[in-house]
């Protein structure tokens, strides 16, 4: 019985540790999708561009509109890139904090 418990417990254990390490997986190729948009505006901002490619603002708009940020109410012909990157660096931030569940 007490085998059997233990065993239990590991087995618990094991799950929630693969549990853990893919929630941090996930998080972190996240921050690296972000982390690329936000190298893709730097990139137009430093060649003076100001119209955002449609691929580009589609994917960054993923990411606004998952997160609920505020930028998703302006339409995203109108969202100069400096704004775009300061709202992919709040989310890129949020995600760089642990949570309340990393704590436990």
Request: hydrophobic share 45%; proline share 5%; with cysteine.
């Amino acid at each position: 019985m007490l085998i059997q418990a233990t065993c239990m417990t590991i087995s618990e254990l094991q799950e929630r540790a693969e549990a853990d390490r893919d929630v941090r997986y996930a998080r972190r190729k996240k921050i690296r999708a972000i982390d690329q948009l936000i190298n893709d505006f730097e990139m137009l901002n430093l060649a003076e561009e100001v119209d955002v490619p449609g691929e580009l603002r589609h994917r960054a708009n993923r990411f606004i509109v998952a997160a609920a940020h505020p930028l998703v109410k302006r339409p995203c012909d109108e969202i100069p890139i400096a704004d775009w990157m300061e709202a992919l660096y709040d989310l890129q931030d949020t995600l760089m904090l642990p949570s309340e569940d990393d704590l436990d």
